[in-house]
């Protein structure tokens, strides 16, 4: 059972990272003037970090007794998404409300260099079940 309930968990984690990424925030950015859309993915992001902590270290203890790389990859996931939400968003609010086009278009790469690599590890774990 938890091992039907890790894949599960995995597969969410990897589909709401997924969705968010490439879904939601191009959806709000299309639907909303830009200030609005700035102002809601501001309010949404840290929502967003705390959900693929939760559930990565959920993943991370269901596959506890079936497979050790599984646990070290979504354990992995889960404790360097903490320094993106505690540090780097903020870092890259500051960024933008100081208007420092130069360090937001660095910090935000670094955010989507992480959540690109959190997703691709995701997927990977998802793909060794086969």
Known sequence: MTHSLAILATALLFGGMTLYSFGFAAFI????????????????????????????ALAAMLWWSHDATAVAAMAAVALTTIPVRQLLMPAINRATDSD???????????????????????GWVLTRIV
Do not use: Q
Not at 100 to 122: E, N, P
């Open 100 to 122: 420092d086009r130069l360090r937001f278009k660095w910090l935000h790469g670094a955010s989507v260099l992480v959540t690109l690599s959190h997703i691709a590890v995701t």
């Open 29 to 56: 950015f299309k639907a909303l003037p830009a200030p609005a859309a700035g102002a809601t993915l501001r309010l949404a992001f840290p929502w967003f970090y705390l959900f693929v902590v939760v559930t990565a």
